[in-house]
């Protein structure tokens, strides 16, 4: 009897020291994170852009969490920008880090290329702007018209890699995935970021 009272109370012992180094510790450590100062909320065509890079699977294929340079330098050597923190994810629901990199990371995509045609063009067929590209092509959110009307978004195609005639248009989705394309700029300074100088000293 005594033996299998012993038993049960490491067996509580065991799970309340896992309860609190798995969520009450992580959980306190979250709450007090700082949330960088220049980070805004998403807009709604941003939202829009974001759910449809949910919903077509980008996040399968692209990471959006550079790692710091003493873990992994190769991520800063590809001008991935800044590691993220935390605070960086207020707004993300869900979070969409990623865990594969079969694409490059897009945390900070949108400082990299803050031009809506090169995401439009990206979108339409990413060969034509990186030739060795595997992504597929997003064609269904572009339209192929003989004349595009006034207010239409007009995406210039290089030859060979557009239609033979016509003009392609963007969509309201393809509009909406570059705006969120574009709000992957955390280019501004995060507060709880190492400094490697100081850990040094």
Known sequence: MKRALAIMVGAAF???????????????QMTTEQVPPDL??????EQQGRDLYI??????????????????????????????????????????????????DLFNIGARQPSDDWHLLHLYNPR??????????????????????EDDRVVNIPKPYGPDSGQVVAT????????????LD???PAPTLPQPEAAEE
């Open 40 to 45: 805004e909320p998403y807009t709604e065509l």
């Open 172 to 183: 309201d989705d393809a509009l909406a995935m570059v705006a969120y394309l574009k709000a």
């Open 55 to 104: 919903a077509n699977g980008c996040v399968y294929c692209h990471s959006q969490q550079p790692r710091d340079p003493s873990f992994a330098p190769g991520d800063k050597a590809r001008g991935w920008g800044r590691p993220s923190v935390p605070g960086d994810y207020t707004y993300d629901q869900p979070h969409l880090m990623g865990t594969m990199r079969t694409g490059p």
């Open 186 to 188: 955390h280019t501004y």
């Open 128 to 149: 034509a702007v990186v030739e060795d590209s595997i992504m597929p092509p997003y064609r269904f959110m572009f339209r192929e018209v003989e004349a595009a009307a």
């Open 14 to 28: 065991i799970l309340l020291l896992a309860m609190l180094t798995l969520v009450v510790l992580p959980y306190i």
